[in-house]
């Protein structure tokens, strides 16, 4: 029977978003095929992807309820009518739900449907049952990341006004999904990828202004940091994108990857288990760094990605673009013509509310009014097809995917090697040396991970995705007008991270908004520390070893930025006083310490007790 099962195909499903898809590279340099080929050779079997449903822009689901869902699919026919030629077409899925038919759009072309949890219950039980390993992902379009990158929203408050968002996705929708995957795939290992940085505070570089300023200047571009018109201190909106930017996905690692965690029993049940694959980008990958990761070219006649032909080939309507843009001028001028007009609308197969607007305008050529309800039409429709053109922009490029198919074999790699020589402690170096379970066990004991029975999750749990620190600062502290101070947690001597927001020294500028060099008054981005709050930080740990941990200190240092301030603040050290301090790993709690303690420049906070002796 062995033999039998060595020698049987590898039956593999593939299901997400555009980072499964792989938008904008060729099939060859996907993740999901270089990895999964390797898994296939590693298990000495033959590769069979039984479907890839995966699409650019999919979503686990496309509304918080179904009145927003409904509305999303009348959206989408509205779009795409010539679709849905007969009314129960458009009944089946807006009423029903039946997406079948949205699978005609190819999937590197961006677009909501199918959603991924309609692409898990699309593949049959029969089909199910026989599936070894379903790669899948999805998240991130269910957040509306162009409202909470733009610093205008929320401004001064975001993490509290955005936190909700983060869970209800990344905690709720991924539990839903994970769930439905198991069931309709109960005998296959789900192998589940994170997302990645694509902005880092770390790094500062001309490139990221222009981008900025290039996205205020084109009058088409009004999906992506709307209400930047007339602002002249582009540095500020840089700092602040880059900061939500680490912020977000590190909130949505921490509830992705305590979702995972925490689901771990109910996902092994009858299956193989889960996978979480973290691709562990640096800041030095990110956006138009000189070692990006990352697809960075977002201006449409740049974009020259590995998939770029066949997808502009593949968008609708972009034959007609044009004659869309040509009328769109017209109207800036004033000089459209009714000709013109019923020429396009014959064009046109879409979107329905365009069609209408250009037949109503065509009776009624002097109304200003129908005037610009066509033109702010056409523009939507430009940004679609623009969207498309540039979908690989903030995607992995080549040398990315390379990075997450190491990480998806190494990981498969680990659990399988555990399966075949037994149970075994894996160092700091990924090392491993025959172990008894007990004395496993009783190493992970040391870092407060306790109850998991299973070898194969506490295989999993040594290494370390998430960090998340709780720090309840008591009533009588600084104020956090006073606090100009970095804090500092740190775990080895080369572990450490920042955990307030950084914060921003106001640069002076010229009648342009270009910087003159000389920076201002100092600025934060959101209130932090405050006394009788608790502050919940979230850390990407980038795959720390559990093992590497050597000690739990909080550190209080002054600001770097202290230094680029004309005229900086003078401080005096005012004790930070700390009622409680909560470390979570992976989204488990694995260290509470509740002692009232003063926290100053020269008095670090250290806790002893961590790890265990």
């Known amino acids: ?205 001309g490139a990221v202004l222009d981008f900025v300023e290039y996205e205020k200047s084109v009058d088409w571009f009004d999906r992506f940091l709307n209400g ?5 201190d582009f540095p500020r909106v840089v700092a602040e994108l880059q900061v939500r930017a680490e912020h977000g996905v590190a909130r949505g690692l921490y509830w992705l990857r305590r979702n995972i965690t925490k689901m771990s029993d109910e996902l092994e049940s009858g299956g193989p288990g889960v996978i979480f694959i973290h691709p562990s980008f640096l800041p030095e990958h990110v956006l138009f760094s000189p070692q990006t990761l990352l697809h960075s070219e977002y201006k449409p006649d740049k974009v020259h990605d590995g998939a770029a032909e066949i997808r502009l080939q593949q968008i609708p309507r972009i034959d007609i673009e044009a004659k869309i843009r040509a009328l769109v001028a017209d109207i800036q001028e004033r000089r459209a013509t009714t000709s013109r007009v019923h020429q396009l609308r014959l064009e046109l197969d879409g979107p329905t509310a365009l069609l209408d607007a250009l037949g109503k305008w065509e009776q009624d050529m002097g109304s200003m009014g129908r005037a610009l309800e066509v033109s702010k039409l056409l523009s939507k429709e430009l940004n679609r097809i623009t ?58 004991a040391r870092y407060g991970i306790s109850g998991v029975q299973s070898l194969r999750r506490l295989m999993q749990l040594s290494v370390i995705d998430s960090v998340a620190v709780t720090v309840d600062i008591a009533t009588q502290s600084i104020r956090p007008d006073a606090l100009f101070d970095d804090i500092i947690l740190e775990m080895s001597d080369d572990l450490s991270w920042r955990l307030n927001l950084p914060y921003i020294a106001r640069p002076e500028v010229d009648s342009s908004g270009r910087p003159t060099g000389r920076a201002l008054a100092l600025a934060r981005l959101t209130k932090q520390f405050v006394p009788g709050t608790s502050e919940f930080i979230t850390l990407d740990a980038r795959g720390l070893r559990l093992f590497q941990i050597e000690r739990l200190v909080i550190r209080r240092r002054p600001s770097d930025v202290l230094e680029h301030a004309v005229s900086p603040p003078r401080f005096t050290d005012e004790q930070m006083r700390i009622s409680k301090i909560r470390l979570e790993l992976n989204g488990i709690q694995v260290y509470v310490d509740d002692r009232l303690q003063t926290l100053t420049r020269t008095k670090p906070l250290v806790m002893s007790s961590y790890p265990a002796g």
């Open 228 to 232: 930047i018109f007339g602002v002249v």
């Open 387 to 444: 969207h498309a053109k540039i979908a690989s922009f903030i995607h992995p490029n080549e040398r990315g995917a390379q990075r997450y198919s190491r990480r998806i074999v190494d990981r498969y790699d680990q659990l399988h090697r555990l399966t075949r020589i037994g149970p075994s402690y894996f160092d700091g170096a990924g090392n491993g040396r025959r172990q008894s379970p007990v004395s496993i066990k009783a190493a992970f």
């Open 1 to 205: 029977m062995a033999a039998q099962a060595k020698s049987a195909p590898l039956r593999v499903v593939v299901l997400g978003d555009s980072l499964i898809w792989g938008q904008g590279l060729r099939e060859v340099e996907k993740f999901s095929t270089t990895a999964l080929k390797e898994i296939a050779r590693l298990a000495g079997r033959q590769l069979d992807v039984e479907r890839n449903l995966s699409r650019s822009g999919a979503q686990i689901l496309e509304g918080q309820d179904e009145t927003q869902r409904r509305a999303k699919r009348q959206e989408y026919v509205d779009t795409y009518p010539s679709r849905y030629n007969s009314q129960k077409l458009r009944d089946d899925f807006v009423l029903r739900n039946d997406q079948l038919v949205t699978f005609f759009l190819p999937s590197e072309v961006p677009n909501t449907f199918p959603t991924i949890t309609f692409q898990v219950g699309v593949v049959s039980e029969a089909i199910g049952k026989g599936i070894d390993i379903v790669l899948l992902d999805g998240g991130v379009n269910d957040i509306d990341f162009e409202t909470y990158l733009n610093p205008f929203e929320a401004e001064g408050n975001f993490i509290a006004a955005f936190d909700g968002m983060f869970q209800e996705v990344f905690d709720r929708r991924v539990r839903e999904l994970l769930l439905s995957a198991r069931r309709r795939f109960p005998n296959a290992l789900l192998i589940y990828t994170g997302y990645f940085l694509p902005f880092s505070f770390n790094v500062r570089n």
